[in-house]
């Protein structure tokens, strides 16, 4: 197939960005996204040209690093997939495709398609982790945990750190993330000791870094590809007011704003 | 170079306790003034930092991703095994290190081995203690399955994603830490080389991948868990950043190479579609607990699937190894599919591919069973080639997925560079010839978690360490090395892509050094590669400066260095003249195509040193002795 590109360019942070246009011709259907854009590299080297930056790593929709605006819609059309796991057998001979970063103030633009996503570990930093030092474990069936909240936990726990959710949302929330998190862990039992230090610090974190509110748009449930739920937000919601009704604001734990 | 493993003396079951009394302290309150550098931010580099800043060094923490939470460990999807027997079905810690010697072809160091079996319990348990959701059973206990070359179902895993769940339980440990204060992290930032003062390793000089900018982190002691090198196949399931450039400047250096033909091939990837194909994707070995593998007893049969009856199947790993069956290792069931491949019995487009049929189990179990164990990875399946598995069987074939070679490491997992520890899948030791299924989540927390912390400081307290600054002389000097290198892979300006010269490399690895080996195959890639990589240094086009994000660039240095270790891995295999796991010699096989080692002459570890550039490497090797396993011809018929 042959395809018309609209990729965004910015030769670095504080430079003027702009859209170009670029041809792909001869794209076979089986090909993925990346592999597309590869090919797209590929001849622009050939042609003396600067290849287009994109963060990308194991290309099978897990490590998170890879994330485009396609045509307006966070990792592109189909539910539930990672850029890197769309195929283009999902368009058409002639199809004219928009490709942009992740649009967020938290997540500033570094290069081309490239942005810096790292106020995703700051929120991390100011609680999304259970305090257990190595080898203070006592033995692993020790605390049995019902089957349901298992897997209740392990569907939140699935969250890749892509930020979809955040190029999805129009205020540009970091809820479903930080919500995904605060639910892995305040579902198990081992998270029960720092729940409500946990939600207080995440969600003070997230606030400080500059991501908007949430406003139940639930946009970044359907552009989650990992399809996590927006209950994760009312559990977020819910533990972070008993973290404001039981906890005295000394003892929230927040790293400063990135 | 004399190379002493310095393990333990004693009974086997004793050597790790006994040693971690022997080994020196550092007294708690003098940790913090120590300083390590931890390159990697894996499982086994994210549970090492964060266990020791728990401890009290100051660490600091290196990878190339934009978070340490992206490492490739993450992909993992099958399972960690445990000698927990919780399923009461025979398993001990005993069993697990002989099935784990065993599975390697006796070819690895057996005192680690039974170390990693007896750490792995603590494993789980710290797993668990930090939130990692491992499936459950009804009443609240843990899960199990069975994995390959294992008659005991002693895999723990978190539905098809245990690695992501296992490296965000020390990611997670890791962001406790940088909070702290006791890590500081380095993310965007690559190795580019080792720094070695009066003999020992001191630190590394690394490119903030952003800027451009070279600097130098100088340390008391540097951890190296970098990974693999499957990628100098180009074509691999690892992910595309994947590289060997820290343990190969360490290489360089002084580090010994161990057994770094030991390359492993997994049977059930998705077979490659295309020309601009840029990786492999994993099926995950614990399908092979319910998927039956089959082709065609005919040679060319065109018919689909569904309309060829079970008497014109061939269940060949079924017929073949009776009692391991589709569970046959990896090495065996890869080859086993080439063979029926070569046959002409391949299934998929280009006739390189086998069956992975789960209809039986679908009947037996039911869809929502069935759905229940592996729903993401046929959810993957289906994503990547468009086909239905619970409908149609799925296409597989093998390809390359991990090394059990690596840089050579003592008991105390130290390189022959004092203070060069290296750890995960970086290091050549516990696998042997061949890794088990499960094995390497297990190998890299182990080695992370509960091992390094406590030989280090065994180091740290034994030696007397000057205090050195970025402007000592050896640190100047070395980034002025880096500097030079980047600047002069710029100043090429020839007409080839990074990416064309990738692929050329890749293909003829896969080819001449792959599942199947041959004196005359190797010896052409012996001519064929230092050929290829004059070719690279006159020819290559890497577009863009070096004070900027440049992403050809960092592919350019990684290729460079693939292009020498692919090399020595080809003069590796065309020294050890058996097959043996992974090595797969076609002149060293028994009448029914099984591996014929050669324990007489090939039991040990080839351990080689660089001498220069275009001088043949030396070999060094450490003798292998099998006092607690006996060495057998490895059968899983």
């Known amino acids: 197939m042959n395809l018309k590109l609209r990729i965004w360019r910015q030769s670095g942070p504080h430079a003027a960005g702009r859209f170009v246009e670029y041809q792909a011709p001869g794209i076979s259907p089986d090909a993925s996204f990346l592999e597309m854009l590869d090919v797209v590299n590929e001849r622009l080297i050939e042609n003396g040209e600067v290849p287009i930056a994109f963060d990308h790593d194991c290309r099978e929709g897990i490590c998170g690093s890879c994330g485009l605006m396609i045509n307006g819609v966070a990792h592109g059309p189909d539910p539930g997939t990672a850029t890197c796991q769309l195929h283009m057998r999902r368009f058409k001979d002639g199809d004219i495709i928009t490709i942009e970063p992740w649009r967020a103030r938290a997540f500033p633009v570094i290069r081309d398609l490239v942005v810096d996503r790292s106020a995703f570990d700051r929120i991390m930093q100011a609680g999304g982790f259970v305090s257990a030092n190595t080898g203070s474990a006592p033995d692993g069936n020790a605390i049995p945990i019902p089957k349901d909240a298992v897997e209740q936990a392990m569907d939140a726990a699935q969250c890749i750190g892509c930020g979809a959710c955040v190029a999805a949302c129009p205020n540009g929330s970091a809820s479903l993330f930080t919500g995904a998190k605060i639910t892995h862990l305040g579902l198990l039992p081992q998270g029960q000791p720092e729940r409500e230090r946990r939600a207080l610090g995440m969600v003070l974190q997230m606030d400080a870094e500059g991501f908007g509110g949430c406003t139940l748009f639930g946009e970044c449930q359907d552009a989650c590809p990992k399809q996590i739920s927006i209950e994760t937000i009312s559990r977020m919601n819910r533990d972070f007011l008993r973290a404001m009704l039981t906890l005295r604001p000394a003892s929230t734990g927040a790293a400063g704003a990135g | ?637």
Not at chain 2, 186 to 195: G, K, N, Q, S, V
Request: proline residues 4%; aromatic residues 10%; hydrophobic residues 35%.
């Open chain 2, 1 to 637: 170079m004399d190379l002493n493993s310095r393990t333990p003396s004693g009974p086997i079951q004793q050597k790790w306790d006994r040693h971690r009394f022997e080994l020196k302290l550092v007294n708690p309150a003098n940790k913090r003034k120590y300083s390590v550098i931890v390159v990697g931010s894996g499982l086994a580099g994210g549970s090492a930092a964060a266990t020791l800043s728990e401890l009290g060094y100051q660490v600091k923490c290196f990878c190339f991703q934009d978070s340490p939470r992206r490492a490739h460990s993450i992909a993992a999807q099958g399972g960690i095994n445990a000698a927990k027997n919780y399923q009461n079905d025979g398993d001990s810690i005993w069993r697990l290190f002989y099935d784990t010697v065993k599975g390697g072809d006796f070819r690895a160091r057996e005192a680690n081995v039974y170390r990693l079996a007896q750490i792995s319990v603590n494993i789980i348990d710290q797993c668990v203690a930090q939130g990692v959701p491992f499936a459950r059973e009804y009443g609240g206990l843990l899960a199990n399955r069975s994995f390959g070359g294992a008659q005991v179902s002693r895999t723990f895993y978190a539905r098809g994603q245990t690695g992501q769940q296992l490296l965000l339980g020390a990611y997670q440990a890791l962001e406790k830490e940088i909070a702290r204060g006791g890590v500081v992290m380095f993310a965007r930032t690559e190795m580019l080389d080792l720094i070695v003062i009066n003999g020992r390793a001191r630190g590394i000089v690394a490119r903030d991948m952003v800027t451009g900018k070279v600097q130098s982190h100088v340390a008391d002691a540097v951890v190296l868990a970098t990974g693999g090198y499957g990628n100098v196949f180009y074509l691999s399931t690892n992910a595309k950043g994947s590289n060997a450039t820290a343990i190969w400047r360490a290489h360089k250096r002084g580090a010994l190479f161990g057994n770094p033909c030991y390359t492993q091939i997994h049977p059930t990837c998705i077979p490659v579609s295309g020309e601009y194909q840029s990786k492999l994707t994993l099926m995950s070995e614990s399908l092979r607990n319910d998927g039956r593998v089959w082709v065609s007893k005919q040679r060319g049969d065109q018919r689909p699937p569904d309309q060829i009856p079970d008497a014109d199947r061939d269940y060949y790993l079924e017929r073949k190894y009776p009692s391991f069956g589709n569970l046959a290792p990896r090495d065996i069931a890869s080859r086993a599919a080439q063979e029926v491949c070569d046959d002409g019995r391949g299934v998929g487009p280009n006739g390189l591919g086998v069956f992975l049929d789960f209809a039986d189990a679908i009947k037996r179990l039911g869809e929502e069973r069935i759905r229940e164990r592996y729903g993401n990875l046929f959810e993957m399946y289906q994503r990547i080639t468009d086909e239905n598995p619970y409908r149609v069987p799925m296409r597989i074939f093998p390809a390359v997925h991990y090394t059990m070679g690596g840089l050579w490491v003592d008991y105390d997992l130290m390189s022959t560079i004092p203070g060069l520890f290296v750890i995960g899948e970086a290091n050549f030791s516990d696998h042997g010839a061949n890794r088990l299924g499960a094995s390497a989540l297990m190998q890299g927390l182990a080695d992370g978690y509960f091992i390094v912390p406590y030989t280090i400081g065994d180091y740290l307290a034994g030696a007397k360490l000057e205090k050195v600054g970025v402007d000592h002389a050896e640190v100047i000097g070395t980034e002025g090395i880096v500097n030079e290198r980047v600047l002069r892979l710029l100043a090429v300006h020839g007409r080839r892509t990074v990416d064309s010269f990738h692929r050329e490399l890749g293909k003829l690895m896969w080819d001449k050094c792959g599942m199947a080996r041959s004196a005359e195959g190797l010896r052409e890639a012996i001519q064929l590669i230092p050929a290829l990589r004059d070719e690279f240094w006159q020819n290559v086009n890497v577009p863009g400066s070096d004070a900027e994000l440049n992403q050809a660039l960092e592919k350019a240095g990684r290729v460079a260095d693939f292009l020498e270790l692919g090399e020595l891995m080809c003069r590796d295999a065309l020294h050890r003249e058996e097959s043996c796991g992974g090595h797969f010699r076609v002149e060293y096989q028994t009448d029914e195509g099984e591996a014929k080692r050669d324990d007489e002459r090939f039991a040990y570890v080839a351990a080689w040193e660089w001498r220069g550039d275009g001088a043949e490497p030396c070999l060094n090797r450490e003798p292998l002795t099998f006092e607690n396993v006996q060495l057998a011809t490895r059968s899983y018929k």
